[in-house]
Every structure is written in structure tokens, then in C-alpha cells.
């Protein structure tokens, strides 16, 4: 059985395909057209994922597209009319765009398909779950659990915005569900509105301000009374109600009534890249504090209606890893996984997977302890012959090394002298992180390296903490974590006895002061909080990555690097040996690694002045 999932028209579009319930290929459509976040329809993803899988879309079973927009129109509708005369302005602007497309969906994905190649549009099935329902099936069926509970958590679908849910081997039941306007979701993103964030984007910016907010100090508690008492109504079961007062996201333009919040917390809201002050930084940890604790509320409600020992979660909140990691060491559950793309993106292969276990009955084979996402290597990869010809595009001159052995020594030497390298592996990772296939790397060790990395190669806001990529079976050693996480989606804390003692005036020092200030032996990657955002790697799902670390170990002591995206801020990680050396170039990366290639920096031609890329990438 053949199918394809999509993802499309709101945010992180994407395809995946699946062969009798394996997952063969998924993607993002923003790594191939090179523009964040792309909404459009999956065109290029689509025609990825089939020719990975050898198929033509005459020999799909189904195509499954992650929600049901009428249901979403419904809402759309209801909304509008329960909020009358409010929202004049957004329906005029809304309903247009609904009538000329998203009412017509099934033709929509016709014409686009049709595009892709020539197919009979009556012999292929479309099927529409719901959003809740993709979600829920990207995270249940890839896990290594035979039952397990089952939260979803995001802005909203259609008109769900939290579920509740149990999967036993082939079915998923929903026992609760929330529904808009009222979401923890879009609480976080009104919240990454008014700190300077963009919507969408920008909460794992907020993710990482929070820790420089002042623990125990009485602004975080008095911002955090008035979240309570104002914004947000949370019950102990996890249902929640939002004060539709202070919010502008239902029929508005704007997430919040900026005036509202600006009398509420004492502050106007703060205006993209400009200076982050100590009040924007304990209203983050604030909002954290609250996001965490309504998702434990969540968590313990779900395992009160399902008795299960494990949890499976997705949709965008299932992102805010410093949440999941907390989640875990409360032992709610024996064991959580995670989907690795756990928004947006991923309703795309849940949508898939909903198809075939769902509507087509397909019995389910769990392997215990093992997920079925291949490590999340699902995009493309690249041979040799394409590295040589994007080299002899560009002239630029490269060492080519026979044996990995050699390629994982020579970097883990230059990674030794300080220098940065883009890591580039295989295939390409489905998801927002990087995982060892398209990663720039540095040594965890190194103290100027979080500050190297920030303004000389991501060109980002210096505030933001980087992740270690740690061998599996030493993670343990440097961080409070029980187990594995490979896909980088659980914050732990980095271990007492590779900590260092800070000052007795650090909560009072400005804000880049602590920054700067060594907290651990690993410096790089201990963010102001002594918390890291760890993925541990393993040798079966990525043996190259996991030689390099090792190569790093023996030579160093330290079985970790550092791990960011390979891309700038504002561009999507690198898909193409294309991206990655132009990205390498525009940057002051060190050396470029394709494969078993090697690029060094000082031997490659100097690189056209006319070259805008700051320009071509707009600001997350």
C-alpha cells in the first residue's frame, strides 16, 4: 500500500510517502525553494518523495492531506459571526482567499499534482483527517510503544487546539479535547508577539530568553500572578480558558490588544531587533513557568484517563523541549517520544500514517525500543558525482579523502584547533533540527565558541544557546538525562560536577555579562540556566556522525560537539551541496565537509562581493 501525505497552505509545508506503513521519504518544502517556512502547495517535496520512492502518483493508493478545511471554514465562519461586529477588517481580508481556493480544496491539490505529472485524477483517493488526528498518528505510530497516551498540542486545527488521546497497536481513541479560542498554543505565540518575536518562528527564541529571566525574583512572580489572573484560567485537569479580552488573534490582525498588555505589564511591547531588556527576560521565564506547568496538568490528566506507562506527543508546543524535558524527570511516565516534527510538517506523514492504519485497517508491528523514524534522515542525499559538480561550478578546489576514517580524523583535528565546520552527510533531516546530516559544528569546550557561532556564522541574536551532539552512551556522563534523545527535543541539565561556580552577584549582572560568564567545562553549550538541549547520537541510525564524535573523543577526552542548523538566520538549512557551499562561503565557517570532500576557507576563490544574501533571507 502506497501513500502520500501533504501538508500545506498555512505554515511549514510538506510531503512524505509511505510504503506498507514504512516510511520511505519526507520533506519540507522550504528546502527546496529556499524560503522559511514556505506555506505553498509541496510541489517540489512532493516530486522528492516519490522519486525516492520510485512511484508515479498513478501508483499512490491515497493521497492524505493533514486537515479538513471545510471543518476549518466552519470555524472560520462561527468565529467571526460569535465576535460580530469585531474582525470586520480580518474577514474582509479572509474570506476572499477561502472562496477563490481553500473552498475548493480537492481541485487545489489536483492542479498542483497535475503539475508534478500526468495522472488519472479519478483512480487516486483523497483522504482528509483531522489536524488533531495527524498529529496524533505522526507521534503514536512511529513509536516504539504498543499502547501509550497520546497529547497534542498547537495553535489550532479546526477547531480543536489540545487533545487527549489513547493508541493501542492499529487505533487511536480521543477521550478530550479543547477547543478554540482558548489554546496554549497561541497563549506561548501571543506572548512571542509582544516580546519582539515573530509568530510562528520565533517561540524557541522565547524558549531561549526565558532562562535569563531572574528565578525566585518578584518581577517573574508578579508576571506570572498576572498571567494567572488576567490571560489564563488553568484548571487541574489541563482545560484552560483565555480572557478573549486581552486577545486580538480570533477576529484580529494582531495577536494581542497591545494596549492591554502594555497597562498589564508596565512595558509597550517590544519592537523586532531591538535591545532585549531584564524585564523582556523574566516576562519569558514567566510564560515558560506557566506553558510547563499546563503541560504537566496535561500530562497528568492524560495518564489519570489512560493508566498508560508511556506518552507520545506532537503538534508545535510538543517543540518547547525545556517543557518535555521537565516532563520526563517527573516520572508522569515511564518514557515519552517525541515526533521530530512535531509541527506542521509532520501532519504531513501523520496524515499518511492516519491513512494506513485508520481508513485502510493495516495491522501495526512495533519493534520495542525502537522508533520508526530512521533517525529522522528522511530528505534527500547526494552523491559524489553531484559534489564534484557543484565544486567545478564554483572552481573551488577540495581534498578528497577515500576512507571516512580519514575524514572523521582530519575534521575532528580542525575541530580541535577551534576551527567551525559544515557537516555535510547523507540524507537530509526531516524536522526543524539538525541532527548530524546538516549541521555546522564546533567544539563544546572552546569558550568563545557560542559567541563565534552567533555573530560570525548564524549572524543571530547573541542570546541564543547552542545544543551538544553527546555519543549515546556518554550522555549520561556530562547530563542529568535517563535515556536517549536523539532528536534533540529534551532539555537536561548539565551535570554538578562539570559545573563551574559562578559568581554571587551572577543574577545581578546585565544580561550579556552572565552570558559570557563560564558556567561549565562545556561552555559552549551550557546555556545561562546550566540546562543544554542534548541530542544523543547512536551509532546505528547515523554511524558517520557517531564516528566523527568518537574521532573527537580520542583525540580531546570529549565524547560531544557542538551542534547548530547549517544555514544563516532567516534561510532554511542547507538541502543541496549547492546550499551548503554558498552558505559556507557567505559565512566565517572554516572548513566545509561533503561527504568524504573537504573544503578549506583559505583555498577557495574569493567569494562575488555582489553577492546579497543578507538581502535574500528575511529576519526570523
Known amino acids: ?14 510531503a512524505a510517502v509511505l510504503e506498507d506503513g514504512k516510511i520511505v521519504a519526507a520533506a519540507q518544502e522550504e528546502r527546496f525553494t529556499r524560503k522559511k517556512q514556505d506555506a505553498s502547495f509541496p510541489s517540489k517535496a512532493v516530486a522528492y518523495c516519490l522519486q525516492e520512492a520510485g512511484l508515479e502518483i498513478d501508483d499512490l493508493d491515497a493521497i492524505a492531506f ?63 483527517p483531522e489536524h488533531h488526528l495527524s498529529h496524533a498518528a505522526s507521534a503514536f505510530y512511529p513509536s516504539p510503544f504498543e499502547e501509550a497516551a497520546i497529547v497534542t498540542l498547537d495553535g489550532v486545527g ?24 482558548h489554546s496554549l498554543g497561541l497563549l506561548y505565540s501571543a506572548f512571542t508577539y509582544f516580546l519582539g518575536f515573530k509568530v510562528n518562528s520565533g517561540e524557541y527564541k522565547l524558549m531561549g530568553l526565558a532562562p535569563y529571566g531572574i528565578p525566585e525574583s518578584e518581577a517573574v512572580k508578579r508576571y506570572r500572578d498576572l498571567i494567572y489572573e488576567h490571560l489564563i484560567d488553568l484548571k487541574a485537569d489541563g482545560s484552560l480558558h483565555l480572557s478573549q479580552e486581552y486577545f486580538n488573534y480570533a477576529t484580529g490582525l494582531r495577536m494581542v490588544h497591545d494596549h492591554k498588555w502594555e497597562k498589564l505589564f508596565g512595558f509597550p511591547r517590544r519592537s523586532a531587533e531591538s535591545a532585549l531588556e531584564q524585564h523582556h527576560c523574566d516576562l519569558a521565564f514567566a510564560i515558560q513557568w506557566v506553558t510547563e506547568e499546563a503541560v504537566m496538568a496535561i500530562a497528568k490528566e492524560a495518564q489519570r484517563l489512560t493508566g498508560a506507562k508511556y506518552l507520545c506527543l506532537a503538534g508545535g508546543v510538543a517543540l518547547n523541549c525545556v517543557a518535555n524535558g521537565k516532563l520526563l524527570r517527573s516520572k508522569v511516565f515511564e518514557n515519552i517520544f517525541i515526533q521530530p516534527a512535531a509541527g506542521d510538517a509532520g501532519g504531513a506523514l501523520g496524515a499518511a500514517l492516519a491513512a494506513h492504519y485508520i481508513h485502510y485497517e493495516q495491522p501495526r508491528e512495533v519493534t520495542p525500543g525502537k522508533d520508526a523514524m530512521e533517525g529522522s534522515y528522511l530528505g534527500p542525499d547526494f552523491t559524489d558525482r553531484d559534489i564534484r559538480l557543484t565544486a567545478k561550478k564554483f572552481n573551488a578546489p577540495f581534498e578528497h579523502l577515500s576512507e571516512f576514517n580519514q575524514v572523521a580524523q582530519t575534521t575532528a583535528e580542525q575541530l580541535k584547533q577551534g576551527k567551525v565546520i559544515g557537516w555535510f552527510q547523507g540524507r537530509m533531516e526531516f524536522g526543524p533540527r539538525a541532527l548530524g546530516n546538516r549541521s555546522i559544528l564546533g567544539d563544546a569546550r572552546d569558550e568563545e565558541m557560542q559567541k563565534k557561532l552567533n555573530l560570525k556564522i548564524k549572524y543571530r541574536e547573541s542570546f541564543r544557546p547552542f545544543a551538544p551532539s553527546v555519543l549515546s552512551d556518554k550522555a549520561g556522563t556530562y547530563f542529568e538525562l535517563e535515556g ?85 538566520r532567516g534561510e532554511p538549512i542547507v538541502c543541496t551541496p549547492e546550499d551548503a557551499y554558498r552558505c559556507f562561503m557567505r559565512t566565517e565557517m572554516d572548513v566545509l565537509v561533503l561527504g568524504n570532500f573537504l573544503f578549506f576557507k583559505e583555498a577557495q576563490p574569493e567569494w562575488a562581493s555582489t553577492d546579497d544574501w543578507q538581502q535574500e533571507f528575511a529576519l526570523d
Request: glycine share 6%; charged share 25%.
Open 484 to 568: 536517549d534523545s536523539p532528536y534533540m527535543l529534551l532539555v537536561a541539565p548539565v551535570k554538578d560536577t562539570i559545573r563551574k561556580k559562578v559568581p554571587e552577584d551572577y543574577y545581578k549582572l546585565p544580561m550579556k555579562e552572565r552570558l559570557y560568564v563560564q558556567r561549565s567545562e562545556i561552555p559552549a553549550i551550557t546555556h545561562i540556566d546550566f540546562s543544554a538541549r542534548v541530542q544523543s547520537v547512536h551509532e546505528a541510525t547515523n554511524p558517520r556522525y557517531f564516528g566523527l564524535i568518537r574521532a573527537f573523543e580520542k583525540l580531546t577526552g570529549l565524547g560531544m560537539v557542538v551542534n547548530t542548523s547549517f544555514n544563516v
Open 1 to 14: 500500500m502506497k501513500i502520500l501525505g501533504i501538508s500545506a497552505f498555512y505554515h511549514d509545508s510538506a
Open 66 to 128: 493533514y486537515d479538513k478545511p471545510l471543518l476549518k471554514f466552519e470555524r472560520l465562519l462561527e468565529t467571526y459571526y460569535g465576535f460580530a461586529p469585531k474582525g470586520i477588517r480580518s474577514f474582509i481580508m479572509a474570506i476572499p482567499v477561502w472562496l477563490r481556493e481553500k473552498m475548493f480544496l480537492k481541485r487545489e491539490i489536483h492542479q498542483h499534482l497535475t503539475q508534478i505529472g500526468p495522472y488519472n485524477k479519478k483512480k487516486v483517493k483523497l483522504l482528509f
Open 158 to 181: 479546526e477547531w480543536t487546539t489540545t487533545s487527549i488521546g489513547m493508541g493501542k497497536g492499529s487505533n487511536i481513541e480521543f477521550l478530550r479535547e479543547l477547543h478554540f479560542p
